[in-house]
């Protein structure tokens, strides 16, 4: 499954969950350099829906707040969560 993430890189504390227009939030601690946010965003992601770091892949959007990112088997709370 796809679906549009927006990341807010240097956030306090991380947190899946938010909407913003049709796209997830995910707040990350790590700053946007050298794709440490971008491993944050996998991390984040692989921990909020059980699934494993190397199955979230970012597929577009690598360099910027807006991504597309691919799970293979999409849990039930993704689901709800991007049904808002």
Known sequence: MR???RVKPGA??????G????????A???PPVDGKA???VRRALATA??????DVVIVAGDRGRDKVVE????????RELLRG
């Not at 799970?71 to 993704?78: F, S």
């Open 12 to 17: 306090r504390r991380e947190a899946v969950g």
């Open 71 to 78: 799970l293979p088997d999409a849990p039930e709370r993704l």
């Open 49 to 54: 829906f059980g699934v494993r770091r190397q």
């Open 38 to 40: 971008n491993e944050a």
């Open 28 to 30: 990350v601690a790590a």
């Open 3 to 5: 679906f549009a993430v």
């Open 19 to 26: 909407r913003h227009g049709d796209a997830l939030v995910v």
